[in-house]
């Protein structure tokens, strides 16, 4: 689940490039009232031959992207039309201090934020090659929502409905938590954040909504597959974390009765032991086979004793290695939260 990724989809205005836009399509069109007319409630409706529909055009000509940028459209299964929504955002890949200047406004208490748009998309520079793959998830979803910006009003009232249907429908959690999640952090962006959740984490859609993103992906199967590989890294760490706990229960319960019923046969042998040197002292023995009888007993107990505490030790010794494996894990798990948190710093 991309749980840590929360955006606020606000467009800033280029005035300069929105006036030169407007001012194109205007010239082109004086003359002809009616169909002025037409093309605006078309441009309206569909968001086609707008002055963004212009601007954009202009912003992913110029724009450059970096290797790595160009890498993640590749991994992520965009296509052509999904990449030319990805650059109208002009993508950058930011380290710590950088990413966080640039998102500061989503940043929260809540969630871990991994990518933001604001009419631009900066990704957290992800580090560990375990977890790489989120990097590919986060450029995906923040593509949708640059998509979903540029949605015309019917279009976007249709992948609404269909968004809705499919909340009203699933049974998986993640996206039920995404959505109480984004409830706290974003509230009123719900469905923003969901178009972009589903196209990016949900295998399972309604055929018309798994059509719908065929329109920018060539291959979705990728991003989805990243999105699996990385949040498999922390169900692997779970899931051992539980077994550990597990065995760490049932051995302390196992190093329990087995230290006590070793510590009630050591007292009771260290008791017989004074009574036989007792007697031995005082004479009491008849004869010297009882003796040597009594105090072999002895011996084969204390020999017995010795072989328990060793069973004991050994519980103890398996039960620390546990314990070292889940000092390890926590290590391993909170270097891996670090590296998907701008807010912390990694030693």
């Known amino acids: 689940m991309l749980a840590m990724d929360n955006q606020k989809p606000a467009i800033p205005t280029n005035k300069a490039r929105k006036s030169w ?35 954009d055009r202009v912003t992913v000509q110029n724009y450059q992207p970096s290797e790595v940028i160009a890498q993640t459209v590749e991994r992520s299964g965009m296509n052509e039309h999904g990449r030319f929504m990805f650059y109208t955002a002009e993508p950058q890949i930011d380290e710590r201090e950088a990413f966080n200047q640039h998102c500061a406004e989503v940043m929260n208490e809540i969630a871990n934020v991994l990518g933001c748009y604001d009419g631009r998309i900066y990704l957290f520079d992800i580090t560990d090659q375990r977890i790489a793959g989120v990097e590919d998830v986060t450029a995906a979803h923040e593509m949708l929502h640059a998509a979903y910006d540029r949605l015309g009003i019917l279009e976007q009232i249709r992948v609404n409905q269909l968004i809705r249907s499919e909340l009203n429908t699933t049974t998986n959690q993640t996206v039920r938590d995404a959505v109480e999640l984004y409830s706290q952090t974003e509230p009123g962006q719900e469905i923003n954040e969901l178009h972009s959740i589903l196209g990016t984490e949900v295998r399972d859609l309604s055929p018309e909504l798994a059509e719908y993103y065929s329109r920018y992906f060539a291959d979705r199967d990728k991003v989805l597959t990243a999105n699996e590989k990385y949040n498999a890294v922390f169900d692997k760490m779970q899931q051992r974390a539980d077994e550990l ?5 049932d051995l302390e319960t196992e190093i329990n009765s087995l230290s006590s019923s070793y510590d009630a046969a050591a007292g009771q042998l260290s008791r017989d032991i004074d009574s036989f040197n007792s007697r031995a002292d005082s004479g009491s023995f008849t004869s010297e086979s009882s003796f040597y009888a009594e105090r072999s007993g002895l011996l084969r107990r204390q020999n017995q004793l010795s072989t328990q505490l060793n069973k004991v030790n050994a519980k103890i010794d398996e039960y620390n290695k546990y314990v070292k494996e889940v000092q390890a894990l926590g290590r391993d798990s909170e270097g891996l939260q670090k590296n998907m948190s701008s807010q912390e710093k990694i030693e």
Do not use: D, H, R, Y
Not at 22 to 27: S, T
Not at 28 to 47: R, W, Y
Not at 245 to 249: C, R, S, T, V, Y
């Open 21 to 55: 836009s407007v001012g194109k399509i205007l010239a082109v069109a004086i003359g002809t009232p009616t169909v002025v007319i037409g093309l605006l409630a078309a441009a309206f409706l569909t968001n086609t031959f707008t002055p963004q529909w212009f601007m």
């Open 245 to 249: 706990e597990g065995l760490l229960g």
